[in-house]
């Protein structure tokens, strides 16, 4: 059998054989830049989604140019920023896929 098509394996199956499968890849919005920076830092990513306080919603993104640009640089303290403050929010910036697209079609949308 000739091997399969990487890009016929849906998100689901990719992230089922990498190494980030275990990762708790949300933060809450109540928390801390430094929480999620150290978070970011310890599992060696970019980037978190961030969930409205006391649900799973997701209702941004927060990454290390966040930080940079809009902690960092502003010379603001990591410890009592919140989340909130420094993530990208909104409906109109967030692009997404389910488990269950093709990765053909996450492609499309990176």
Sequence with gaps: ?????????????????SCYLNINWKISEDATVSEAVKRMAAHDIG?????????DVVSGIISERDYLNKVAF?????????????CT??????????????????????
Excluded: H, W, Y
Aim: glycine content about 4%; charged content about 30%.
């Design 47 to 55: 980037a978190l989604a961030v969930t409205e306080a006391g649900s």
């Design 1 to 17: 059998d000739p091997p399969l098509n990487p890009l016929f394996e849906t998100a689901q199956s990719a992230l089922e054989k």
């Design 89 to 110: 929010s909104g409906r109109a910036n967030l692009v997404t896929v389910t488990k269950g697209n093709p990765i053909d079609r996450c492609m499309e949308k990176m």
């Design 74 to 86: 502003l010379k603001r303290d990591p410890k009592t920023t919140k989340v909130s403050e420094a």
